[in-house]
């Protein structure tokens, strides 16, 4: 059974749409992620999900009770801000109590689940210690129990780990998963940054001016982009102008240079004007003739990336990207050397104009 | 042996910094600081001297026996936090709502506040008195609601209670306002509801212990206003501690000027207070 619904769900500030039409299904322990870029609508959904907005139009459903209108502090829903809000006023095991005090729990059960927080983000040593005595991943990891103390039926986090340095945000998103997938509960994650909704979720929800893109795996998203939105803004991606040449057998053609696509174009004819993705890592020197899609490409920079070196290639007329990991013992070309250059057909995606 | 050094290195470095102040700096900054504390050093001088050719606290004593001066610090006292209060209750939840949902409204609101310093107390005082003067009725209706607050105590108290809380208005909201701006108050409340927690308590547990040094600094000024008023409490007819140093120095010589110096002391304390309590919370609010 659906665990949170958003149904047609719109949000308009006056004369612009922040939210257009969003319908999403999350079932009950699964991870979502709202990926797209600032002012895309993804953290007004994530408010009106806690109430904090309240929907122009649509109904947004908990187990099948509607709490579109609900205020925030009776909707049961932990929400992590990016500043992390933690009390100043308050110790760690107060910031952490807080929810239950309200709530009016007993106090030997609020000890109880403190302490079981705190050991849930190894921090029972900071228990008495104020926020300012905190480093920024410890504030967050307290203002992460601090939403999880109230066993709330969703747990929203809005970008939780932008204030942080990198690594701290690894192994903080690692803690993140971890403790969410231990706990089961339901959780939606804001961000902008690929990485952390490619490594983190369940599903993805990419976003783009108030609309939703794609939803799909991670692993869908990456590989089979329905958009060129979707395309551009997960991974890095060469993207051109094509012609279809013959639909039934997938032939198309970027400035004159064929390739030949796994993708079904029968609904197509000859001379559509299509958009053709190819990622860079799907590109590499061939090795023998018989590949298909083997076409010559003059090398024209090379670029270290650290783990992965990125050469850029000219085929036809057009300027291709191509990633290939880095090793000790890597023959490089020479600029300006014409190679031959593949691609399998699945790594040729076509996408609408 | 190593805090011996660190004291050494601390008073170098101090002595260090003073010597780099430009000659001239040091020329304005005394002659600032004569300016000030001359006038204050006559009337410490002249508040000593009740007795002919003897320095001593006679002027102090004879002021602090008065029983009239108990009667009436202790009057204003109970006046200032009367006002100190109302001001909180009208105040913090007016500085707060605007900060959070009516942005917009905040140059109008700063506006208001800056009357009192345009409006006299004269014309307060005035307009207070010609409408509370009267009996409160039901308009087109003979009925009578309540009688005219300047006819009983209690409605005298309420009456001086709100002018105070009128002239202490620019003090008490801009503390508060500023208080409010150092932490984040929209995001502190959004986690607080997400978390359950309704409106009193969000101001009640999170808002105030936040700004409490905003709210002790607000509170300690509009305690030097109420103390030392002088119009309002003449014009109502109370028996505040304005209007006695006034009538006080008319009639005598010393004892004004040793209850001046005492007050100037009072609020060296009151500052001080401020100062030790700011601090505290810097560090506190230095972490969001």
């Known amino acids: 059974m659906t665990h949170l619904a958003l149904t047609n769900v719109s949000k308009v500030f006056g004369d612009f749409t922040a939210v257009n039409n969003f319908n999403l299904d999350v079932q009950k322990g699964e991870f979502v992620s709202f990926l797209g870029p600032s002012g895309c609508g993804k953290t007004t959904t994530l408010r009106m999900i806690a109430g904090f907005e309240i929907p122009s139009m649509g109904k947004i459903t908990i187990d099948g009770a509607d709490i579109t209108n609900k205020a925030p502090s009776q909707r049961n829903v932990g929400m992590v801000f990016q500043s992390y809000a933690l009390f100043p006023n308050m110790t760690v095991a107060q910031n952490i109590g807080f929810g239950l005090r309200v709530r009016k729990e007993k106090e030997s059960e609020i000890k109880e689940r403190v302490a079981e927080m705190l050991a849930i983000i190894n921090l029972e040593k900071k228990a008495d210690s104020y926020p300012y005595q905190l480093s920024g991943g410890q504030m967050q990891r307290v203002a992460l129990a601090r939403a999880l103390a109230i066993r709330p039926q969703v747990l929203l986090l809005d970008e939780p780990l932008s204030a942080l340095d990198a690594k701290i945000r690894v192994s903080l998103r690692a803690e993140i998963r971890s403790i969410q997938q231990k706990l089961g509960i339901t959780a939606i994650y804001v961000t902008h940054d690929q990485e952390e909704a490619l490594s983190l979720s369940d599903r993805i929800v990419v976003m783009n001016m108030g609309e939703m893109e794609q939803v799909g795996t991670p692993f869908e998203i990456y590989n089979f982009p329905t958009t060129v939105f979707s395309a551009n803004f997960v991974g890095t991606l060469n993207n051109a102008s094509a012609e279809v040449v013959d639909p039934a057998s997938g032939f198309i053609s970027i400035d004159g240079v064929q390739f030949e696509s796994a993708v079904d174009l029968t609904e197509r004819k000859p001379g559509d004007k299509v958009r053709v993705a190819i990622r860079p890592e799907r590109l590499s020197f061939a090795s023998e003739q018989k590949k298909a899609n083997v076409v010559d490409a003059t090398i024209e920079n090379i670029t270290f990336l650290g783990s992965v070196v990125r050469i850029r290639v000219k085929i036809g007329s057009t300027k291709f990207n191509m990633d290939t990991f880095n090793n000790p013992f890597l023959e490089l070309p020479k600029i300006g050397a014409v190679e031959q250059v593949t691609c399998s057909r699945e790594a040729v995606l076509v996408l609408d104009e | ?288």
């Open chain 2, 1 to 288: 042996m190593a805090s011996e050094k660190i004291r050494k290195v601390v008073a170098m470095n101090l002595l260090a910094r003073i010597r780099r102040i430009p000659f001239w700096s040091w020329i304005w900054f005394i002659l600032g600081a004569l300016y000030f504390l001359l006038p204050l050093y006559a009337t410490a001088n002249f508040s000593l001297r009740m007795e002919r050719d003897v320095i001593g606290f006679k002027a102090y004593i004879r002021a602090f026996e008065d029983p009239e001066f108990l009667k009436t610090f202790m009057y204003s006292n109970m006046l200032a936090l009367m006002t100190i209060l109302a001001s909180i209750v009208l105040i913090v939840p007016t500085a707060y709502w605007i900060r959070l949902r009516l942005p917009e409204a905040r140059r109008v609101v700063e506006f208001i506040t800056l009357l009192p310093f345009v409006v006299p107390a004269i014309i307060l005082v005035f307009g207070l008195i010609r409408i509370y003067s009267s009996p409160l009725v039901i308009p087109f209706t003979n009925i009578k609601l309540l009688q005219p607050l300047t006819t009983f105590e209690v409605g005298t108290d309420i009456l001086i209670v709100a002018g105070y809380m009128v002239l202490g208005l620019p003090y008490m909201y801009r503390s508060v306002d500023t208080g409010m701006r150092t932490v984040d108050v929209r995001t502190l409340t959004e986690a607080a509801q997400s978390l359950g927690a309704g409106w009193f308590t969000i101001i009640v547990k999170v808002i105030l212990p936040n700004i409490r040094a905003a709210l002790l600094s607000g509170a300690l000024l509009t305690f030097a206003i109420v103390v030392g008023e002088v119009t309002l409490a003449s014009f109502l007819g109370v028996p505040a501690f304005g209007p006695y140093l006034f009538l006080l120095g008319q009639h005598r010589a010393y004892e004004p000027a040793a209850l001046s110096f005492a007050s100037f002391l009072l609020t060296w304390v009151a500052m001080g207070l401020i100062q030790l309590f700011t601090g505290g919370q810097g560090e506190v609010s230095g972490a969001h």
